[in-house]
C-alpha cells in the first residue's frame, strides 16, 4: 500500500527537504507523491523543489508543488461557506466588513495540508513540519494502526500535554483508554486548576489536545467528510487552538477515533525540532534572535549523509 504526504514550506527548503531525505531512507517504498505547498512566494524555494537534481533524486516518489495564492503563515484563513460552529450570526454582524476585506474569503487548497487532503487519490496522508528527522519506518507502524481499525480517523504523536492544565488529572494513556478528565474535555483549562471538577469553561479555556500535525497519518475520505460536516480544516489556525487542535475537537464531538501507538517511543523513530528549537520557533529569526535557522548548516548535513549538493536558490 503506497501513502501520499502533505508538507508545508515556509522559506526553509534546506530543512524540509532534509527532512524528505530521511523519510525516503526509512519508508521510501511507501511513498508514491509529495505534496509540497510553499506559503513564502519569491524565495527561491520552489526553483529548488522543482529542479531536475531534486526530481531525479527522490524518483520514483512524484514532487508535486504549489505556490500558495495568499500566505497564510499561522493567520486564520477564513473561507466563505466554511463557517465553525462559532461562526455565528452575532460572529459576522460584528464584522460585517469582512465580506469587502481582502483577508475574507480565502482560497481553502493556501491552508497547509489542504491542497494534498483535496488532490491525493490515497487512502492515507502523511503530513509533516518541515523540521523532522526520522531515524525508522514510522509510516510502517501507524498503517498497521489503520490495518487492526479500519474506523480510525487520524493516528499520530498525540500531545501538546505541555498546554494543557488537567495535569496530573489526565495523561495520553487515560484518554486513549477513554478516562477524560471532565465532561467539557476536550475542552482544556487555560489556567491551572486544584481539581479537575473545579474546571469552569466560562472562566476560560483552550483546546490542548490534538494529534499532533508535523508526523500524522490521516484517513483522507474521513477527514474530507468531517470538513464538510463541521466547515472546519484540519491545517487551518482557529480561537484558543494550535494547527489542527480544534479540527481534533470537532472530530470527537462527531465520534471519529484516533491512536498514538507509540506514545513515549516517537523519538526512536524520529524527532521533530532536532536543530534545537521546534514548531514556528524553527522560521527565520523568530524570537528576536533566539532561534536562527542556519540553511549552510542543513546543506552541509545533506552532503554528509546523503552525498547531494543541494542546488542553490534562484
Not at 512524484?62 to 500566505?71: G, W
Not at 490515497?122 to 509510516?139: E, G, P
Not at 508535523?214 to 474521513?222: G, I, Q, S, T, Y
Not at 524520529?270 to 546543506?299: A, C, D, L, M, T
Request: glycine share 6%.
Amino acid at each position: 500500500m503506497k501513502i501520499d504526504v502533505a508538507i508545508n514550506s515556509f522559506k526553509k527548503p534546506e530543512s524540509l527537504i532534509y527532512t524528505l531525505m530521511s523519510l525516503k531512507k526509512v519508508a521510501g517504498d511507501l511513498i508514491d507523491t509529495v505534496y509540497i505547498n510553499d506559503d513564502q512566494s519569491h524565495n527561491g524555494a520552489v526553483e529548488i523543489y522543482r529542479s531536475q537534481e531534486i526530481q531525479e533524486y527522490f524518483k520514483p516518489w512524484k514532487i508535486n508543488v504549489r505556490e500558495n495564492t495568499h500566505n497564510i503563515g499561522i493567520k486564520q484563513a477564513y473561507i466563505r461557506g466554511y463557517y465553525p460552529e462559532y461562526m455565528n450570526w452575532k460572529f459576522f454582524l460584528k464584522r460585517w466588513w469582512w465580506f469587502f476585506s481582502s483577508e475574507f474569503g480565502h482560497n481553502k487548497e493556501d491552508i497547509r495540508y489542504q491542497y494534498a487532503i483535496e488532490h491525493t487519490d490515497k487512502k492515507y496522508l502523511l503530513t509533516l513540519h518541515d523540521d523532522v528527522k526520522f531515524f525508522d519506518n514510522v509510516v510502517q507502524v501507524y498503517l498497521e494502526e489503520f490495518i487492526k481499525n479500519p474506523d480510525l480517523l487520524m493516528v499520530g504523536d498525540f500531545g501538546q500535554c505541555w498546554r494543557c492544565h488537567f495535569s496530573p488529572f489526565c495523561d495520553r494513556n487515560k484518554l486513549l483508554e477513554g478516562q477524560v478528565p471532565s465532561p467539557y474535555w476536550p475542552l482544556t483549562p487555560n489556567e491551572k486548576i486544584a481539581k479537575a471538577e473545579e474546571f469552569n469553561p466560562k472562566k476560560g479555556y483552550t483546546y490542548a489536545c490534538r494529534i499532533n500535525e508535523w508526523c500524522c497519518l490521516l484517513n483522507v475520505e474521513k477527514a474530507r467528510e468531517l470538513t464538510e460536516k463541521s466547515r472546519v480544516f484540519f491545517g487551518n489556525m482557529y480561537p484558543h487552538s494550535d494547527t489542527a487542535a480544534y479540527w481534533f475537537v470537532q472530530g470527537v464531538k462527531l465520534g471519529y477515533k484516533f491512536t498514538d501507538p507509540l506514545l513515549d517511543k516517537h523519538y526512536d523513530y524520529y524527532r521533530h525540532g532536532w536543530q534545537g528549537f521546534s514548531g514556528h520557533s524553527v522560521w527565520v529569526n523568530q524570537g528576536n534572535g533566539k532561534s536562527v535557522y542556519n540553511p549552510q548548516e542543513i546543506r552541509d548535513l545533506i552532503y554528509s549523509e546523503f552525498g547531494f549538493k543541494l542546488p542553490e536558490k534562484g
